[in-house]
């Protein structure tokens, strides 16, 4: 079972071999089951043997990185994910390979992926959704203060820990700002904010549009700007085509948020550390 002290004491043991930086292998781990597949490979549930802590180690074939090209990105995100340290970012312990994998050292995430629970019920509650915005502004904020911009805040980036609490997990399009139209178009287009999708310079404001279109999922059930279509997506999102229906019913403030989330110009964006702030997060963070 997941005892909390047990896992408290065992974090602490892997954080401090990994900062006197431990080499890792295979044999210093066992190896159970499954928890998913992934393009690159597939995550197990694994226990380090000296301290019986339990991760998740994520096994990366090196033949389909190299034939997807995506070496350099792999080694930014293990470069940026190692060294964050937020309760609501899944931390990177280490990584290691061998002749035909790379092994990543995960924190192991036992809710799984938010956007299978999104899926079974559908939508979130303006709790739910509210505390989850939150937490994530937050931990975004803290990325931003080291200058690391997400860019692909989406429900199938974001696993659940223990307590139902929200964990970003996917740093493979993360990149140390600022960033040039280089690297535009990257992720699913019904996330992208105007100045991505029209190939313009960005910076770390995209994270703050991300958020909106995902509190705005969180309450629907689907994304704002949905559309047949890569260019009709184009075309909303472009002329920020914000609509809402009139079911199911959602409150006045949390629309509010959202259009404050949601605007062309980056710079007139929410500012990240004002979401706690905002009357409807306010209302529905209260403990009762
Ligand atoms: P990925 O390759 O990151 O897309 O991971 C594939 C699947 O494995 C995910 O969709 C999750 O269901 C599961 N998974 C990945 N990382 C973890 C983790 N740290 N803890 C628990 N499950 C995970």
Known sequence: ??????QQQGAADMASKAKQG???????FEIGKPLGRGKFGSVYLAREKESKYIVAIKVLQKSQLLKAGVEHQLRREI???SHLRNRHILR???????????YLILEYSPGGELFKRLTQ???FSERTSARYITDLAMALDYCHSKHVIHRDIKPENLLLGAYS???IADFGWSVHAPTSRRNTLC????????????????????DVWSLGILLYE???GFPPFEAEGHSATYRRISRVDLRFPSKPTVSHEAKDLIRRLLVKDPSKRMALQDIPSHPWVVANTKKV
Do not use: C, N
């Not at 431990?22 to 210093?28: A, F, P, Y």
């Not at 990177?92 to 790379?102: E, P, Q």
């Open 121 to 123: 019920k559908g939508r």
């Open 1 to 6: 079972m997941f005892d909390k002290s047990r």
């Open 187 to 206: 992720g699913t287009l019904d996330y992208l904010p105007p100045e991505m999708v029209e190939g313009r310079d960005h910076d770390e404001k995209v």
């Open 165 to 167: 609490e929200i964990k």
């Open 79 to 81: 470069e940026i994910q």
């Open 22 to 28: 431990k080499q890792w292998s295979l044999k210093d």
């Open 218 to 220: 969180f309450l629907y």
């Open 92 to 102: 990177m312990y280490g990584y290691f390979y061998d002749a035909k994998r790379i």
